[in-house]
DNA sequence: TTAGGATCGACAACGTGGTTGTCCAAACCG
DNA sequence: CGGTTTGGACAACCACGTTGTCGATCCTAA
């Protein structure tokens, strides 16, 4: 037996320094194109917005937290003028959760950059190991999607 | 090209998955072990600690955050029993910070888990996969370590 | 030896993201 | 119609991060 293993505790550690030298990538990428404000958690807040927009109470249960917590970054989203909330007009209670033309613009150019951070990674891996990569992920994580409450989470 | 490639988005959203997995079933097994109240972020700090202790600076910089933000988390496993502060017999301005015999378990607990956490991974991959799988990351994040700021640098 | 500067750790104030609990208005349903 | 559920706001609180300040201690160089 020539190599021995790594140690167990390294794996998690390398799946965090991907994940997030990745976002630090997006997020560099974003501001570099008109968006410095934007954090990590916003942009999973935008995805659970949609491009259809969605209620408070909705937003909380697509990012798996509660609707106090969602309200609370719909309104700092708001505040940076990337969200706008609108009366729904088949439920007087309910306020709609809408992107601006502004985030409409980071949400598209996320996916772009995200597209090029991956050809990155195949450029310097090539296409297989990059599939295998993403293979091997999704044989040993959960099915589900995962909730997005990373702060709370963490500490 | 019979498939297409996964979208560029789903490779960060798989690394997290990844990491969340390894971390929650970290925390399961210690939990169950004696361990319940430890949350992720106090594993990272307490590795900062090491077995020989630290400074509450030294374990700031090596967390990557302010002297101030170690100290609260250094308070905090101190209340829980993981730490305890010594004065530190060679500079009075200093508060050397150990771990304590409890503090101590949970560190050598959290090897073992991994151990076995990664033997699960290599159970269901195969050890090949997942040699490759490490060898891929290291190829594709800097070399230098993480801080550890994930609340703060997340949201 | 002493003056100046750097470092240690504490305290305070604040921002952000999470939680519960409470409340009212609106919607739903038997 | 009346009781229950739901949507969203408000308040209080906790965890983790930040900057700024400060006194005490250490180090170094005049």
């Known amino acids: 037996m020539p190599d021995a293993d790594p140690p167990g505790w390294e794996l ?11 976002i ?10 008109g968006h410095p404000d934007v954090r990590p958690v916003h942009g999973f807040a935008m995805q659970a917005i949609g491009v259809h927009g969605a209620s408070i109470s909705e937003i909380g249960r697509r990012l798996g937290v509660s609707k106090q ?11 940076l003028g990337y969200v706008e909330r609108v009366d729904d007009p088949r439920d007087a209670r309910s ?5 601006t033309p502004r985030g409409l ?5 996320a996916a772009e950059i995200f597209e ?6 195949v450029a310097q891996l090539g296409a297989e190991r990059v599939r295998s990569l993403e293979s ?9 999607g995962y909730p997005v409450d990373v702060p709370g989470w963490f500490g």
């Open 24 to 33: 630090d990538q997006l997020h560099a990428s974003l501001a570099a194109r």
């Open 95 to 99: 306020k709609l959760v809408r992107l």
């Open 69 to 79: 917590a969602a309200g609370k970054t719909v309104d700092r989203l708001a505040a």
């Open 136 to 144: 091997s992920l999704r044989t040993v994580v959960p099915a589900a």
């Open 116 to 121: 090029a951070l991956r050809a990155d990674w």
């Open 12 to 22: 998690p550690l390398l799946l965090f320094a991907g994940f997030r030298t990745l």
């Open 105 to 109: 613009d980071s949400l598209r150019l």
